[in-house]
């Protein structure tokens, strides 16, 4: 019953977001894209009923370890983010202006929606759907490739090396929150970054 639901929320979602890309709709989009992620990830992640479905997705018992654990998985991945970029200066090859001039075109509630809504989609899907399927390094591939719209070179290698360090920390936490908590602490940091640094204005 369950997967026949997810699976007309699948076809919704795509159709909805091959309208409002063939009408032009701007930003909304977006959201139908991770509305889709979301229903074929939970097609594909559903157990018989929600209780093993909470287990297999680590949703059960000692949730502030694994809440802890997704905070110091946090910190981590800024470390790795910030030896990027100390990096790509060094040798002059930065092109992250790219991001925030994507992001600048969005309207506010797609910003939000980036840290809300957007980690729990991915998540579940990229890592609950794809690392559980096909391992670390396809998920990450696979994830740096959804990155290819901010048109940045630096943004794709960034998204790769954070799709193998949340593929990396679920395979170990053997939790989605983890990562969920891990990659939407991640965004928010960065486009709190971004404003700090006058990339991006929000009103």
Same mark, same amino acid.
């Given at each position: 019953?369950?997967?026949?639901?997810?699976?007309?929320?699948?076809?919704?979602?795509?159709?909805?977001?091959?309208?409002?890309?063939?009408?032009?709709?701007?930003?909304?989009?977006?959201?139908?894209?991770?509305?889709?992620?979301?229903?074929?990830?939970?097609?594909?992640?559903?157990?018989?009923?929600?209780?093993?479905?909470?287990?297999?997705?680590?949703?059960?018992?000692?949730?502030?370890?694994?809440?802890?654990?997704?905070?110091?998985?946090?910190?981590?991945?800024?470390?790795?983010?910030?030896?990027?970029?100390?990096?790509?200066?060094?040798?002059?090859?930065?092109?992250?202006?790219? $991001?925030?001039? !994507?992001?600048?075109?969005?309207? &506010?509630? +797609? /910003? *939000?929606?980036?840290?809300? #809504?957007?980690?729990? =989609?991915?998540?579940?899907?990229?890592?609950?759907?794809?690392?559980?399927?096909?391992?670390?390094?396809?998920?990450?591939?696979?994830?740096?490739?959804?990155?290819?719209?901010?048109?940045?070179?630096?943004?794709?290698?960034?998204?790769?090396?954070?799709?193998?360090?949340?593929? $990396?920390?679920? !395979?170990?936490?053997?939790?989605? &929150?983890? +990562? /969920? *908590?891990?990659?939407?602490? #991640?965004?928010?940091? =960065?486009?709190?970054?971004?404003?700090?640094?006058?990339?991006?204005?929000?009103?």
């Amino acid at each position: 019953m369950m997967k026949t639901q997810f699976a007309v929320m699948i076809l919704f979602s795509l159709v909805s977001l091959a309208i409002t890309l063939i009408l032009g709709i701007p930003a909304i989009p977006i959201i139908f894209m991770h509305a889709a992620l979301f229903f074929i990830a939970a097609y594909f992640i559903w157990e018989k009923n929600w209780k093993t479905t909470k287990q297999k997705l680590g949703l059960d018992g000692k949730l502030k370890e694994k809440i802890l654990y997704g905070l110091v998985g946090f910190v981590v991945l800024l470390i790795i983010g910030m030896l990027m970029s100390l990096i790509a200066q060094q040798f002059g090859t930065t092109d992250a202006s790219k $991001i925030s001039g !994507k992001l600048q075109d969005l309207p &506010l509630y +797609v /910003i *939000i929606f980036s840290f809300v #809504f957007a980690p729990i =989609s991915e998540e579940l899907f990229f890592r609950g759907f794809l690392t559980a399927r096909f391992g670390i390094l396809a998920s990450s591939i696979v994830f740096a490739a959804s990155h290819l719209m901010y048109g940045s070179y630096f943004e794709i290698l960034g998204a790769f090396v954070l799709g193998i360090s949340l593929a $990396i920390a679920y !395979k170990h936490s053997k939790s989605i &929150l983890t +990562v /969920i *908590i891990m990659h939407a602490l #991640f965004n928010v940091t =960065s486009i709190i970054l971004m404003v700090i640094q006058g990339t991006l204005r929000l009103v």
